[in-house]
């Protein structure tokens, strides 16, 4: 494609192309523009096209980033940066302060919504719409200007900024089979699709033989952790969804054994040319206080 040398590219292909490059994922980046894969890809062609470089090594299931691609990813950024600085200055600072949290459902429960008077005393101006998908949140995430994940950390994007390191560990009320707590008879509960199962705690305990019976599973933590708060059992949890409940004393942990939990909780931040007043004081928040409450652990 011949281009005239002042001509600059389609908005289009330029969003496209970051958006991939941040994610090394056409996929992902679909989700996040709201626009279908094919779409995502077909744009980021189109640019290779008009600057003559290939900007993406395409491989089986994986994008890499071209020395060209590399280069050129931070004039990009720039650009968008310095446009939605100057798009906000342009509309004042009456707009931003609103924002959609998609959020992990039992963080949103038993850690965010008891610490929201705290971020509105320091924000009163700050509106969330909170949004709390349990499967396939990459569906729900394009509207999203913050995103809170619970996972794996090979399984998070690289702007992920880690919020947690995790010990998991049984809890359950403290008058649960009067105090006197037997495994052999006590009814379990789990979490599916987490890694610090029963099994796997009683393994790393070397007392994997102890597990007589099922397991008792649910699709969320939510509904573990409150069948252990009404006494129905014990379940297995983590740190940041039970310090409060054992500092209450409306939960207890009885073994002192807690290995390290492989997942934990994660920011997806807002990229810096779509951040807002709201977003910038929602990370910002947050951030410090995770950090606080793990250190208090």
């Known amino acids: 494609m011949s281009n005239p040398t002042n001509a600059l590219p389609p908005l289009t292909w330029l969003r496209a192309f970051e958006a991939a490059a941040r994610h090394l994922s056409f996929t992902r980046a679909a989700s996040e523009l709201n626009l279908t894969q094919s779409a995502v890809s077909q744009h980021v062609r189109s640019l290779e096209s008009f600057l ?3 900007l993406f090594v395409r491989k089986t299931r994986a994008l890499e980033l071209t020395e060209d691609g590399a280069n050129y990813l931070p004039v990009i950024r720039e650009a968008f940066d310095l446009l939605a600085s100057g798009t906000q200055a342009f509309i004042g600072g009456d707009r931003g302060r609103s924002m959609v949290l998609q959020c992990n459902l039992a963080f949103s429960v038993f850690w965010l919504a008891p610490r929201l008077s705290q971020l509105y005393a320091q924000y009163p101006w700050l509106v969330l719409h909170i949004v709390t998908p349990i499967w396939d949140p990459d569906r729900h995430a394009a509207g999203a200007a913050v995103d809170v994940r619970f996972g794996r950390p090979e399984d998070r994007s690289g702007a992920s900024i880690p919020l947690s390191s995790e010990r998991f560990f049984p809890v359950c009320a403290p008058d649960y089979q009067g105090g006197d707590i037997d495994l052999n008879s006590a009814n379990l509960f789990d979490c599916a699709g987490v890694t610090g199962s029963w099994g796997t705690w ?7 033989s102890l597990l007589p019976r099922a397991v008792n599973l649910t699709s969320s933590f939510n509904i573990s952790m409150q069948a252990a708060l ?18 209450q004393g409306t939960l207890i942990a009885p073994f002192d054994h807690r290995p390290a939990l492989a997942e934990g909780y994660f920011l997806q931040p807002t990229p810096q040319h779509d951040s807002t007043p709201a977003s910038r004081a929602f990370q910002t928040w947050i951030q410090d206080e995770m950090s606080a409450f793990h250190a208090a652990i």
């Open 230 to 247: 009404y006494g129905a059992g014990i379940t297995m949890s983590h740190d940041t969804l039970a310090k409060d409940f054992l500092d």
């Open 52 to 54: 003559n470089r290939a």
């Open 202 to 208: 009683l393994k790393s305990r070397n007392t994997e």
